[in-house]
């Protein structure tokens, strides 16, 4: 075995070896796969299968799409056969909030390319002559889905990598990973070491064991899945010999589970609820390719279920029961991309569909080791999108929680229960008693909303106006006539300080930093193409200290983007501060008037502009109070010691109680921001448009001097952009506004997507904002939104419509 390669891939599983074929692919032959016993051996010999396209996510809905088309390209190329079994994928629906989830998931498909045909209960009946299909309103149907054999698939990849130059070594355990003092990594197994520029971990069960190896706590834990494969049916065995097709792969969303034909039998493979995790220490030594024994009286429910529904299924007996871990993350996507604080590791876990995800995870990761960027937005698979709070327990009961909800309707404003509250500021209980809904992110409790007296104090999603609309309505109607709280204290909070901190950071963000001490900017952190990767709030403090706030989701991926790009001669310091200071902002007409009542500070437009900052007392409290929002009023938001804030709210809602002083929650500022046009990183910002597409031509400065992406952008304003940035007028809206994710048409065609949507309820219109081709981007511009299935017409109309000078801000 050689002892140096430019990357080493640990794990022989599907992704692992998806991640070294894909590597080769990109040109670089010097790369090896360690797998501590064979190809296959962990999850991928025991998977059913499956190649679910359907998936909410905007991530990973385009990684599943390529890995589809990409194995029935690889047979062909190799000349290895997949078992690629192309009969299609049934979803079905009970109800009319199954159908709206599969007609929202309908436009995510469309905008990335994959077709999807909706069915009625006779033509279901018609493709599958032996379902009952009583009980259903229709079914999600795609074309291009079905199933395949993950070992012929993994070999097949295999192949083709070594082909390319690539090396596998099976039966070599790694046994320890350590940083060399020249930067590279030493993976040592044992049968020696190899020295190398880039590991990537795709181990499956592993994966906290492999983390443990280079000190990452990795969020991961598998949890049991099971299935039940049958003996043959006579029926099935006929059509086999008539030569006709094989059913779809059914999915009966609302009992949980799935079916499909194997060997002229059938598998059954529900999602049930009380599915333990396990391994949450580690693997037990000896688990190779073993299982663990099965469970049938967990499974009664949907064996029960798919028996009404395919009555054959009772008419064969039972061959086996599968039942083996499979990888699961707090929200079931799986984890690709960058570790955190460690230079050139790769993670690549979690893979709860990893035969689907396989051949799409290897494609961008090695996007992303070879050219520096993927070539998708990646958000949705982030490793850094979850933080050091999701430790061992939390992961247990996160990850049963997602294994339990794989088949629930997945609403845009969802909030699961489990492993909640976690992170709280000291206001939460006060809030809770004014009666917040919350929600959670990055482990923090925010309210959502505020169910008034007398208004059960809990969420009822749908991807219609919900109940909770009117409400945030009335919130939005009090901020824009008095005044309103808000907590925010869950935004991220950096100090970067030093003598290299301006040159730091004027080569991070594109806009320039602000001058004057007590000055703010919102600045932009482009990634090396000139997409946008962050978005900052920057505060001077002094000619070498800056304040940083970002988003609260944001935190450990903007301090790792930091601290990456940071000098490593000590000129730069960069802290984390989230936990020191909480936040709360007043907005509304009346926030001067409150911030005088408890404040001894000037606010008047003289004395405190906007888009500027002040270290004063509110209360007895030493606060930075800076005059900023993303609502579009008056208002100021209130940095604070987090041991004080108790007192700030408390001193707040006495003075404020006469001026109309009410709690708002996160969806009344998302309602709002639309009406400004304000953008969100992961939506409106993303790495897939440049910076200049998404409408940030005031932020983004090319001639201030070099930054991360300023060449690249340049040289795509020159090659001439696709996409611009639009917010629209929707016609005709009743009951479902658009959220997200719809396409845009002129004629049938489709020109655009829609990234946010809501009702505006100080303009009392429905709203969008997203991107359109260049050339229908002009204001008025007519086009078309499918929403939910219905039509509807769309207007582009000026951006910030509401208050478009910005005068109530400036009040």
């Known amino acids: 075995m050689k002892n140096t390669a430019r990357v080493v891939v640990i794990g022989g599983g599907v992704v692992g070896v998806s991640t070294l074929y894909h590597l080769a692919k990109k040109g670089w032959k010097d790369v090896v796969l360690l797998e501590r016993t064979e190809l296959t051996a962990g999850s991928t010999w025991h998977a059913a299968g499956l190649l679910p396209l359907f998936n909410m996510s905007y991530s990973v809905g385009q990684i599943h799409k390529y890995s589809v088309r990409f194995y029935q390209e690889l047979e062909k190329e190799t000349g290895q056969p997949v078992g690629f079994a192309k009969v299609g994928n049934m979803r079905l629906a009970t109800n009319q909030e199954r159908m709206d989830e599969y007609r929202h998931y309908a436009g995510t498909a469309e905008t990335i390319g994959v077709k999807v045909e909706f069915k009625t209960p006779d033509e279901i009946k018609e493709m599958v002559p032996f379902a009952n299909v009583k009980g259903l309103v229709g079914a999600l149907f795609h074309p291009e889905d079905g199933y395949i054999q993950p070992a012929d698939l993994t070999m097949a990849l295999a192949k083709g990598a070594r082909d390319m130059g690539a090396t596998i070594h099976q039966h070599t355990p790694v046994i320890g990973i350590e940083r060399k003092p020249n930067g590279e990594w030493l ?49 099935l065995q006929e059509r086999k010999a008539k030569g006709l097709r094989e059913m779809p792969v059914f999915r009966e969303s609302d009992a949980s589970y799935y079916m499909r034909e194997e060997r002229q039998g059938l598998i059954l493979g529900p999602y049930e ?12 030594p000896g688990f190779e390719k073993e299982l663990f024994p099965g469970d049938l009286e967990r499974l009664e429910p949907h064996i029960e279920a798919a028996i009404n529904r395919v009555p054959m299924f009772a008419e064969v007996g039972i061959k086996d029961v599968i039942n083996g871990p499979i990888a699961y993350t707090p929200d079931g996507s799986p984890i690709i991309g960058p570790a955190w604080d460690l230079p050139n590791f790769w ?14 995870a290897g494609w961008q990761l090695a996007e992303w080791i070879v050219e520096g960027e993927p070539t998708i937005d990646m958000l949705g698979v982030e490793p850094r999108r979850f933080g050091p709070y999701a430790g ?16 629930t309707v997945h609403y845009h404003d969802e909030e699961r229960a489990g492993a909640r509250p976690l992170k709280t500021a000291p206001c939460y209980d006060r809030m809770k008693d004014l009666g917040a809904v919350f929600g959670q992110k990055y482990g923090w409790e925010r309210p959502n909303w505020f169910a008034p007296k007398g208004v059960k104090q809990e969420d009822a999603w749908s991807f219609r106006r919900a109940p909770y609309w009117k409400h945030v309505g009335e919130e939005c109607r009090n901020v824009t006539e008095n005044v309103g709280l808000l907590d925010m204290t869950a935004f991220s909070k950096f100090y970067v300080s030093g003598p290299g901190a301006e040159a730091f950071l004027e080569n991070l ?72 200071y909480g936040v709360l902002v007043l907005a509304g007409p009346k926030s001067r008037e409150l911030m005088s009542r408890v404040s001894d500070a000037d606010f008047s437009n003289a004395a405190f502009p906007w888009l500027s900052g002040q270290f004063i007392d509110v209360g007895l409290a030493p606060c930075r109070v800076v005059r900023v929002n993303f609502v579009g009023e008056l208002g100021w938001e209130i940095h604070h010691p987090l041991e004080m804030q108790n007192h700030i709210f408390d001193t707040l809602m006495a003075a404020g109680k006469d001026l109309g002083l009410k709690p708002f929650g996160i969806r009344a500022m998302n309602h709002m921001r639309l009406e400004k046009s304000y953008r969100l990183v992961g939506t409106e910002l993303s790495i897939e448009y440049a910076a200049f597409e998404s409408g940030l031509d005031r932020f983004v400065h090319p001639n201030k001097g070099d930054f991360i992406g300023r060449d690249a952008l340049v040289a795509w304003q020159q090659r001439g952009f696709s996409n611009q940035f639009v917010t629209l007028e929707v016609h005709g809206v009743t009951d479902a506004d658009a959220i997200g994710n719809e396409p845009l048409y002129i004629k049938g065609k489709i020109v655009g997507r829609i990234t946010g949507g809501g009702y505006g309820f100080r303009l009392k219109k429905s709203l969008a904002i997203g991107f359109l081709e260049p050339k229908h981007a002009a204001l008025g511009t007519q086009v078309e939104v499918d929403i939910l299935g219905k039509m509807h017409k769309a207007t582009v109309i000026e951006e910030s419509p509401y208050d478009p000078n910005n005068d109530r801000l400036r009040a």
């Not at 609820?273 to 037990?284: E, H, I, L, S």
């Not at 993670?347 to 799409?360: D, K, P, Q, V, Y």
């Not at 049963?400 to 909800?405: L, T």
């Open 187 to 235: 993976v040592k197994t044992e049968k020696g070491d190899i020295s190398c520029e880039h590991v990537v971990s795709a181990t499956g069960n592993y994966a906290r064991q492999t983390g443990r190896m280079v000190g990452l706590d990795v969020p991961v834990i598998p949890v049991e899945h099971q299935f039940i494969v049958t003996e043959p049916h006579p029926l």
């Open 273 to 284: 609820k009380g599915a333990p995790a396990c391994f949450a220490d580690g693997v037990t």
């Open 347 to 360: 993670l690549n876990e979690g893979h709860s569909f990893g035969i689907t995800a396989a051949g799409g």
């Open 392 to 407: 061992k327990r939390y992961l247990v009961k996160k990850n049963e929680e997602a294994y339990a909800n794989v088949f």
């Open 509 to 580: 963000v594109a806009n320039k930093l602000p001058k004057k001490v007590g000055r703010i900017a919102l600045c932009h952190a482009l990634n090396s193409r000139g997409g946008v990767h962050s978005e900052f709030t920057i505060m001077r403090d002094g000619p070498d200290r800056f304040y940083l706030v970002s988003a609260g989701a944001m935190e450990r991926l903007d301090l790792d983007w930091m601290n990456k790009h940071a000098p490593q001669d000590g000129s730069v310091r960069i802290d984390r501060i989230t936990t020191q």
